[in-house]
């Protein structure tokens, strides 16, 4: 599951590194919390929570690990979307659905990742490898 969040996590360095440059070129600054977000959540959190797994696969693969994979990366998206809509003009009613949804679901994630750090991460299983 760790080799999966990175390369997730790879992607998301692309689009942010990307929409910066695109952002500086054009000097349109007020996409500057998305492009945060894009950078700090979706490559260097998304990075780490698959180095996390990488070294102990027991979490990654567990219930709790898949759970937190999906809801996390179904709602990453339509968070980030929702943060772009502001300044794109969409009607407010798609941004609060959008933002709510996807923010919602990555909240949950990160509570299912807590939960699983506590119940599957153990010392122990490093010093058997
Ligand atoms: C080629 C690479 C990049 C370019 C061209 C770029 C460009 C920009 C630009 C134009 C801004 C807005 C500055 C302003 O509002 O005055 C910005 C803000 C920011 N960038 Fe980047 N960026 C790049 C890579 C990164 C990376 C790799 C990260 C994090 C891992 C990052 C994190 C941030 C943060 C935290 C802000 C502040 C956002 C805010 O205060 O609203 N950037 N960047």
Redesign the pocket.
């Known amino acids: 599951m760790g080799a999966r969040w990175i390369k997730i996590a790879v992607l998301y360095f692309l689009l942010?590194?990307g929409f910066?440059?695109y952002?500086?070129a054009t000097v349109q600054?007020q996409w500057?919390?998305t492009?945060?977000h894009i950078?700090?959540v979706g490559?260097?959190t998304t990075a780490a929570i698959g180095v996390i797994y990488s070294v102990f696969p027991q979490a990654g693969n567990s219930a709790l690990g898949i759970a937190h994979f999906w809801l996390y990366n179904m709602g990453l998206p339509f968070l980030l979307f929702g943060m772009w809509a502001i300044y794109a003009g969409l009607p407010g009613i798609v941004i609060q659905i959008v933002v709510w949804g996807g923010g919602g679901a990555l909240a949950l994630s990160i509570i299912a990742f807590i939960l699983n750090v506590f119940k599957n991460v153990h010392s122990s299983y490093l010093s058997r490898t």
């Open positions: 942010g590194v910066g440059l952002m500086h600054l500057g919390a492009h945060a950078n700090v490559w260097l």
